[in-house]
């Protein structure tokens, strides 16, 4: 600390180095090994928020052109470091060198000024404004003082092509994918001369096609001797895409790895000291009887799913975003009704017309968007644990106070939600704990069935093994699991039946992993 | 370590509740306490009385507005709902159409036509898709409208002494600090009577517990199986309901029915609440709150009175505060 502050005068205000105009794929290309000095050093660099300890004298040198890697659970301090990186927050204490010249990197102006970029898991754009502006928001060109919209949309759209994204950019944001949106946000951090780009789970909503866009894209920034930092829990596209990777756990570096010298087991070690096998634990249960099925079940957005759960059973759902998973298992939980086949629950046909039919019945789902369908974010985890099960805690109208708190404390410990008490706002939670009060309430409400939609999406290793070990005992307690992952990893080492589909239908079956991974993925792409 | 955190976010917790409640009541007493030493007329029983029924339409409007609030909806309409019953109430009494000019079938009538209004506000919003503030400004010019073309721009008189009787009278009473004699307000009352039911049914019954979490967040709400339209509707029956109320009740205090009364109550109603702690965001709210926020305003404009301050310094002294406390409140509850 006590550093004072240093001139910015000093400050090298970075130009890109090459005219916008000139095609991007035919700049020299810089050797990814990064023979020459590293962009940017962090030493010693330390955070303190009150009694936090987020960061702990991290030591890191990013070479230029390089796709650097950083991994961790969730608290490890990934997003402090993305925020003393773009200047969101000010350092506590340490030395940032940026080309060789210490920084005091205060201002998230002052990031941008020097070339450093992040692009976020979600999109910080503005949703009514077209691409075009999106690109030139807070830099726009004028004529006369007036906006010139006719050069940002000429310039805007040149510069997409020029990075090969295929979007218009007179289109209103809002109507493209979330991942579009991303390519966009990238645009705008390329325009305004990035040498240094944060991506920060950037395909946690992506489509696998979205994906291989972007991935085309970084690997074509790198080639232009930008540095690109990627931050992801997905390991499988760290090995893919990254040269190196840095693995920080409770706020301190443990270490840096060139990616050809490593592998994902030896990662997972150093982020949580537990071995792949522990996480995909699942213990061996008999299946009873059938809970569900369906017969040539169809609706908006799918057709002819004939699938059915055991108790025991996790049935696994793959496939591409947009495939008809979600579509399928809302229908089955009543939020759109299904408009043709059948539906057998426990051997007797039944229509299920609204959620709360499917709650009654026995069906519980933990939806895919916690933020948007799972959690009232605002109000305390214990509310929301409970909130499907008020009529039970209730004598005819008024509510039983003493056991609405008894069954709140009762499941904030079985789960091991980690919180200040059952008042606290699910806000204040982490993104996993978070999760884990979604699948608390449904535990709660004790269903037969269980439907998770993408129940592990941006939660750490560490979260995802326990709520694994949660749908265990869910098994173990005779009731179904339907699972739905994008995350091919997850449903092949868990799920006892899978089901691949493509385009709203089921294009393949299989039994607990009688098919490899690339067979599985052909399957739900189609080739 | 995610980016959940946005201020509005943070809130919740009774215990954050009780202190704001303790906060405001602080500051309505010291207001109580500056005025008695400032005014020999403030602290009578006279003044005190007074007070409680010039504030208690304003608290039984700010007390159903609250429930709409709560789930993330306003109710502009409810000015406009208790002149117009206030008409309705007064074409009944002073005509003769059997039961339903008895005082009590008139009263049932109007509070009827309460019911209805809320029951159209939540159609609007819940099967029509409006925005609550669209629907609720649509029917706030209606019915002033309707009110107008019934009764031909007239005033009507109430002559039923048995019906407007009731607004000065007092039932209860204790000696007061100087040695006279207080009485407690019939319409003072009638504040009990609505808001003993409306915190019973706001923090003790599933229901209240219902309108927070669709207030903080529909869709998981409606796939936690709550039954969001119907509570919809419930909101906005309460609001209207109340609303009606007040107007039966203005028509007894002021003896007459005219469709203009009430004019920009709906925005003291909805002060009233925001100063006492309602988040106009929705899925924050208590019942306390806008009690103690409606007699704050009216402790400001009856202290107004006795100090004889212009009456325009009311309005900005009103602004002021709303300002100011939800200002410190925002503070409190959270950065940004």
């Not at chain 2, 099967?127 to 005033?155: E, H, K």
């Not at chain 2, 004699?181 to 009990?192: C, N």
């Not at chain 2, 925001?274 to 400001?300: D, E, K, N």
């Given at each position: 600390?006590?550093?004072?502050?240093?001139r910015?005068?000093?400050v090298p205000i970075?130009?890109?180095?090459?005219e916008?105009?000139?095609?991007?794929?035919?700049a020299?290309a810089?050797?990814a090994?990064?023979a020459g000095?590293?962009?940017?050093?962090l030493?010693?660099l330390?955070k303190r928020?009150?009694?936090t300890?987020a960061l702990?004298g991290v030591?890191l040198?990013f070479e230029?052109g390089?796709?650097?890697?950083i991994?961790?659970e969730?608290?490890a301090?990934?997003?402090?470091?993305i925020?003393?990186l773009t200047g969101?927050?000010?350092?506590t204490?340490?030395?940032?060198?940026?080309q060789?010249?210490?920084?005091p990197?205060v201002?998230?102006h002052?990031?941008?000024?020097?070339?450093?970029n992040?692009?976020?898991q979600e999109?910080?754009?503005?949703?009514?404004l077209t691409?075009a502006a999106?690109?030139?928001?807070?830099?726009?060109s004028?004529r006369?003082?007036?906006?010139d919209n006719r050069t940002?949309l000429r310039?805007?759209?040149s510069?997409l092509?020029?990075?090969?994204f295929?979007?218009?950019a007179?289109a209103?944001?809002s109507?493209l994918?979330?991942?579009?949106q991303q390519?966009?946000a990238?645009?705008?951090a390329?325009?305004?001369?990035?040498?240094f780009?944060?991506?920060d789970?950037?395909t946690?909503?992506?489509t696998r096609?979205?994906?291989?866009a972007?991935?085309?894209?970084?690997r074509?920034?790198k080639?232009?001797?930008v540095?690109v930092?990627?931050?992801s829990?997905?390991?499988?596209?760290?090995?893919?895409?990254?040269?190196r990777?840095?693995?920080?756990?409770d706020g301190?570096?443990v270490?840096?790895?060139?990616i050809a010298?490593?592998?994902?087991?030896?990662l997972?070690?150093?982020m949580?000291?537990?071995s792949?096998?522990?996480?995909y634990?699942k213990?061996?249960?008999a299946?009873g009887?059938?809970?569900?099925?369906?017969?040539?079940?169809s609706?908006?957005?799918?057709?002819d799913v004939?699938?059915?759960?055991?108790?025991?059973e996790?049935?696994?759902?793959?496939?591409?975003i947009g495939a008809?998973?979600s579509e399928?298992?809302q229908s089955?939980?009543?939020?759109?009704?299904?408009?043709g086949?059948?539906?057998v629950?426990?051997?007797?046909e039944?229509?299920?017309?609204?959620?709360?039919t499917?709650?009654?019945?026995?069906?519980?789902?933990?939806?895919?968007?916690r933020?948007d369908?799972?959690?009232c974010?605002?109000?305390?985890v214990?509310?929301?644990?409970?909130?499907?099960?008020?009529?039970?805690?209730?004598l005819?109208p008024?509510?039983?106070?003493?056991?609405?708190?008894a069954?709140?404390?009762k499941q904030i410990?079985?789960v091991q939600?980690?919180?200040?008490s059952?008042?606290?706002?699910?806000?204040?939670l982490?993104?996993g704990n978070q999760?884990?009060?979604?699948?608390?309430k449904?535990?709660?409400?004790?269903?037969?069935?269980f439907i998770?939609?993408e129940p592990?999406?941006?939660?750490?290793v560490?979260?995802?093994?326990?709520?694994?070990r949660?749908?265990?005992s869910l098994?173990?307690?005779g009731?179904?699991?339907?699972?739905?992952?994008?995350y091919?990893p997850?449903?092949?080492e868990?799920a006892?039946?899978l089901?691949?589909?493509?385009?709203?239908a089921i294009?393949?079956s299989?039994?607990?992993?009688?098919?490899?991974h690339?067979?599985?993925?052909?399957e739900?792409?189609?080739v | 370590?995610?980016?959940?955190?946005?201020s509005r976010?943070?809130?919740?917790?009774?215990g954050?509740?009780?202190?704001?409640?303790?906060?405001?009541l602080a500051?309505?007493l010291i207001?109580w306490?500056?005025?008695?030493?400032?005014t020999?007329?403030?602290w009578?029983?006279?003044?005190i009385?007074?007070l409680?029924?010039q504030g208690?339409?304003?608290?039984?409007?700010?007390?159903g507005?609250?429930f709409?609030?709560?789930?993330?909806g306003?109710?502009?309409s409810?000015g406009?709902?208790?002149?117009?019953?206030?008409?309705?109430v007064?074409?009944?009494?002073t005509h003769?159409?059997?039961?339903?000019s008895?005082i009590a079938?008139?009263?049932a009538i109007?509070l009827g036509?309460?019911i209805?209004?809320?029951?159209?506000h939540a159609?609007g919003v819940v099967?029509?898709?409006l925005p609550?503030f669209?629907m609720?400004?649509?029917?706030?010019?209606?019915?002033r409208g309707?009110g107008l073309?019934?009764?031909?721009?007239a005033t009507?008189?109430?002559?039923?002494d048995?019906?407007?009787?009731?607004?000065?009278?007092?039932?209860?009473?204790f000696p007061?600090?100087?040695g006279?004699?207080?009485?407690?307000?019939?319409?003072f009352w009638?504040?009990?009577?609505v808001?003993?039911p409306?915190?019973i049914?706001l923090n003790q019954?599933?229901?209240?517990?219902y309108l927070?979490?669709?207030g903080s967040?529909?869709?998981a709400a409606?796939?936690?199986?709550?039954?969001?339209t119907?509570?919809i509707y419930?909101a906005y029956?309460l609001?209207a309901?109340c609303a009606?109320?007040?107007?039966?009740?203005?028509a007894?205090r002021?003896g007459?029915g005219?469709?203009t009364?009430?004019?920009g109550?709906?925005l003291?109603?909805?002060a009233s609440?925001?100063?006492?702690?309602?988040?106009?965001f929705?899925?924050v709210?208590s019942?306390?709150?806008p009690l103690?926020?409606?007699?704050?305003l009216?402790t400001i404009?009856?202290?107004?009175?006795?100090?004889?301050l212009?009456?325009?310094?009311q309005?900005i002294?009103?602004?002021?505060?709303?300002?100011v406390v939800v200002?410190f409140?925002?503070?409190?509850?959270g950065?940004r």
């Amino acid at each position: 600390m006590a550093r004072g502050k240093p001139r910015l005068s000093r400050v090298p205000i970075h130009r890109p180095r090459f005219e916008r105009s000139m095609s991007l794929s035919t700049a020299p290309a810089p050797t990814a090994s990064g023979a020459g000095a590293p962009i940017l050093v962090l030493e010693k660099l330390d955070k303190r928020f009150g009694a936090t300890h987020a960061l702990k004298g991290v030591d890191l040198a990013f070479e230029r052109g390089e796709i650097h890697a950083i991994v961790g659970e969730n608290g490890a301090g990934k997003s402090t470091l993305i925020k003393l990186l773009t200047g969101v927050h000010p350092r506590t204490s340490g030395e940032v060198r940026w080309q060789g010249a210490p920084v005091p990197l205060v201002s998230p102006h002052e990031a941008i000024g020097l070339g450093i970029n992040a692009v976020h898991q979600e999109v910080v754009l503005c949703p009514h404004l077209t691409v075009a502006a999106n690109i030139f928001l807070g830099d726009e060109s004028t004529r006369a003082g007036l906006l010139d919209n006719r050069t940002m949309l000429r310039e805007g759209q040149s510069l997409l092509d020029e990075l090969g994204f295929d979007l218009p950019a007179g289109a209103i944001l809002s109507s493209l994918t979330i991942g579009q949106q991303q390519l966009v946000a990238t645009a705008r951090a390329e325009r305004r001369g990035a040498k240094f780009l944060i991506f920060d789970e950037p395909t946690a909503y992506l489509t696998r096609q979205e994906a291989a866009a972007l991935f085309k894209l970084i690997r074509r920034l790198k080639a232009n001797g930008v540095t690109v930092v990627y931050i992801s829990h997905r390991l499988e596209e760290v090995f893919e895409l990254c040269d190196r990777v840095s693995i920080l756990r409770d706020g301190a570096l443990v270490g840096t790895r060139r990616i050809a010298e490593t592998n994902e087991n030896d990662l997972i070690a150093l982020m949580i000291n537990r071995s792949i096998e522990q996480i995909y634990h699942k213990d061996k249960v008999a299946f009873g009887e059938t809970i569900l099925t369906t017969d040539k079940l169809s609706g908006q957005g799918f057709r002819d799913v004939s699938v059915s759960v055991r108790e025991g059973e996790i049935v696994g759902l793959y496939g591409l975003i947009g495939a008809g998973r979600s579509e399928f298992v809302q229908s089955l939980f009543g939020r759109f009704p299904a408009t043709g086949g059948r539906i057998v629950w426990q051997g007797r046909e039944v229509t299920i017309r609204s959620e709360r039919t499917a709650m009654d019945l026995g069906i519980a789902l933990a939806p895919e968007s916690r933020r948007d369908q799972g959690l009232c974010l605002g109000l305390g985890v214990g509310f929301n644990i409970n909130l499907p099960i008020f009529k039970r805690l209730s004598l005819g109208p008024l509510m039983n106070l003493g056991m609405e708190s008894a069954a709140a404390d009762k499941q904030i410990r079985d789960v091991q939600i980690k919180t200040a008490s059952r008042t606290s706002p699910a806000s204040s939670l982490s993104g996993g704990n978070q999760q884990k009060i979604v699948i608390g309430k449904w535990l709660n409400h004790g269903a037969k069935l269980f439907i998770f939609d993408e129940p592990t999406v941006g939660v750490d290793v560490g979260t995802k093994a326990e709520i694994y070990r949660l749908l265990g005992s869910l098994l173990q307690n005779g009731a179904g699991v339907i699972m739905i992952s994008s995350y091919l990893p997850e449903v092949y080492e868990l799920a006892d039946t899978l089901h691949v589909f493509r385009r709203g239908a089921i294009a393949a079956s299989h039994k607990f992993k009688d098919a490899s991974h690339e067979t599985i993925l052909s399957e739900a792409i189609g080739v | 370590m995610s980016d959940v955190t946005v201020s509005r976010t943070r809130r919740g917790g009774s215990g954050l509740n009780v202190l704001l409640g303790l906060t405001l009541l602080a500051l309505l007493l010291i207001m109580w306490l500056a005025l008695s030493v400032e005014t020999r007329t403030f602290w009578t029983a006279n003044n005190i009385a007074n007070l409680l029924r010039q504030g208690a339409m304003i608290a039984i409007l700010a007390i159903g507005e609250t429930f709409v609030i709560i789930t993330g909806g306003i109710d502009l309409s409810v000015g406009a709902v208790a002149g117009f019953v206030s008409m309705m109430v007064a074409l009944l009494l002073t005509h003769d159409l059997g039961l339903a000019s008895t005082i009590a079938g008139a009263v049932a009538i109007s509070l009827g036509i309460g019911i209805f209004i809320g029951l159209f506000h939540a159609f609007g919003v819940v099967q029509m898709g409006l925005p609550p503030f669209i629907m609720t400004l649509a029917t706030m010019y209606a019915l002033r409208g309707i009110g107008l073309l019934i009764t031909n721009g007239a005033t009507i008189s109430i002559t039923n002494d048995a019906f407007t009787g009731f607004s000065r009278q007092s039932f209860l009473g204790f000696p007061w600090t100087d040695g006279s004699w207080f009485e407690i307000p019939m319409l003072f009352w009638m504040v009990i009577l609505v808001a003993v039911p409306a915190y019973i049914l706001l923090n003790q019954s599933r229901w209240g517990r219902y309108l927070f979490a669709i207030g903080s967040n529909k869709e998981a709400a409606r796939l936690s199986g709550v039954n969001v339209t119907a509570m919809i509707y419930l909101a906005y029956v309460l609001s209207a309901f109340c609303a009606a109320f007040v107007g039966v009740l203005l028509a007894m205090r002021i003896g007459i029915g005219n469709p203009t009364q009430a004019e920009g109550w709906e925005l003291q109603a909805i002060a009233s609440s925001v100063i006492g702690g309602t988040s106009l965001f929705g899925a924050v709210g208590s019942i306390h709150g806008p009690l103690i926020g409606s007699f704050i305003l009216t402790t400001i404009n009856n202290g107004a009175n006795l100090l004889n301050l212009n009456p325009f310094w009311q309005r900005i002294i009103t602004g002021a505060l709303i300002i100011v406390v939800v200002y410190f409140d925002s503070l409190r509850r959270g950065k940004r």
